[in-house]
């Protein structure tokens, strides 16, 4: 795949880049050496001035930055600019609580002194992908830079313009040179890097796929991973729950970043009780949606980011029309250039359908009906994936049911899941392991070392 910026709103090629000579990956891993060796022995004050001179570029930069994430992989721009907003404010926070949290923890043994203190591991390398293009680096590199670690980071082939623009903020912060860099290479050259002793760890954010090739480089290395790899997460909504309030929120939590999100809700499954109703409302409510240019205010839903993408979703789609699934509304792409595809909801799915087994990046919905409560929770963990899961419900044992009885990273009551500084990010299952964000999060590439002192 070319690293290059096609529209997705046009499906026109804007920009192509030539991918980093060996030469010049290289250069870039001893520049990061170096500078890990100078900037781990920063202090914390010093890293949160550096860190908040970045989210203060952001923010000050935030229209303009907003619309690179919109031509590069067509979210709307409201989300860009709340996606931009949400960066800025990741680094704010980490810069304000990162000395606390990787604060020296005093143990009580039998010496005069015993403690944990946590400190940098060296050269980070993250492969991201272009779903949320600053968001997920941020939520790698706020943390991770911090701690004292520097980044490399090997973004998606089709979202260089962002990746670059990254690295340009974090150099125009005051951060040392090589702290923080872009590697314009295919993925055919991951496991190099992973396999470069100057490399200390690795964190993806994709595909399963994706995943099991980098953490197979990373285990042959001997090399911290943290994996994030997308997922099917369901939305329960039982009797008791705010139904309008279920439908206007499952259709967002559809439809958010034109449905491309490993957080978004998939598999919605609903009381027989309610499903009649909620079905027609929720229908109704896809089927209005704005599909349409992303940079304009009143769209809804923008292009998917790839042709390939579009092209995978309408494979999915047909297969489960061919198996008898009724498409409710949608269910094609729509009319005209660029990868749009329309706002879709399918309900009598069977497990023999893809939709059922795999992940379903798009505005698409699937409707299942459940008997009752163990059969909602029963349908909800019927999945490889466990990302998250959102329950609808207005009964406390029906809550604390679900929240000890879903088998996901997270799990969100009477709201949409959402990725939050202040709570740990990641799944279970095929979904990945290890936690982004939070004090977990920053923990996570750093080294715990023991201290006894007699």
């Known amino acids: 795949m070319p690293i290059a910026t096609v529209n997705p709103t046009t499906g026109e090629t804007e920009k192509v880049f030539e991918p980093d000579s060996g030469a010049q990956v290289e250069a870039k891993l001893a520049a990061a050496q170096r500078a890990f060796a100078l900037y781990r022995t920063s202090s914390f004050e010093e890293r949160a001035h550096l860190t908040t001179a970045a989210a ?40 304000e609580h990162a000395q606390s949290l990787l604060a020296d923890e005093l143990v009580s043994t039998s010496a005069t002194e015993s403690r944990v203190r946590y400190e940098p591991m060296g050269p980070v390398l993250a492969v991201m992908p272009w779903n949320f293009p600053m968001w997920q680096v941020m939520r790698f590199a706020a943390p991770g830079l911090m701690a004292g670690n520097v980044g490399l980071l090997k973004h998606a082939s089709n979202v260089p313009q962002t990746a670059l623009l990254i690295e340009d903020v974090f150099r125009r912060a005051g951060f040392p040179p090589g702290a923080f860099q872009t ?25 399963e796929g994706a995943g099991r090739s980098v953490a197979e480089a990373a285990g042959r290395a001997i090399k911290k991973s943290v994996l994030e790899l997308g997922g099917s997460d369901p939305f329960v909504v039982l009797p008791s729950a705010d139904l309008d309030r279920a439908v206007a929120v499952g259709v967002q939590a559809r439809v958010q970043n ?112 459940a008997d009752d409560a163990a059969d909602a929770l029963r349908m909800a963990n019927d999945s490889r994936f466990g990302l998250g899961a959102s329950v609808w419900t207005g009964e406390d044992d029906e809550r604390r049911r679900f929240v000890e009885g879903l088998d996901a990273g997270m799990v969100f009551v009477n709201a949409m899941v959402a990725s939050t500084v202040e709570l740990p990010f990641g799944g279970t299952k095929h979904s990945g392991y290890g936690r982004e964000l939070s004090g977990l999060g920053i923990k996570e590439f750093c080294e715990a070392k023991s201290v006894w002192i007699a």
């Open 258 to 369: 034109n449905g491309q999100s490993c957080i978004a809700a998939k598999r919605f499954i609903v009381h027989r009780a309610v499903y009649d109703a909620f079905e027609e409302a929720f229908t109704e409510t896809m089927r209005g949606l704005v599909v349409g240019d992303p940079m304009d205010r009143g769209t809804d839903v923008g292009p998917l980011a790839t042709a390939q993408g579009r092209d995978d979703v309408q494979g999915q789609v047909e297969d489960a029309r061919a198996q008898g699934a009724a498409v409710l509304c949608g269910g094609r792409r729509a009319e005209g250039p660029g990868f749009f595809y329309l706002p879709t909801v399918i309900a009598g799915i069977t497990p023999s359908m893809r939709v059922d087994a795999e992940e379903v990046f798009a505005p698409v919905a699937l409707l299942y009906k």
């Open 56 to 95: 203060e570029l952001l923010e000050g930069e935030l229209p303009a930055i907003a619309r690179v994430l919109t031509t590069e992989m067509g979210k709307t721009f409201a989300s860009a600019k709340g996606e931009v907003a949400k960066c800025g404010a990741a680094l704010r926070w980490f810069a």
């Open 183 to 207: 590697l314009l290479i295919s993925s055919q050259h991951v496991a190099e890097v992973i396999a470069d002793e100057r490399v200390r760890a690795v964190t993806l954010t994709g595909s």
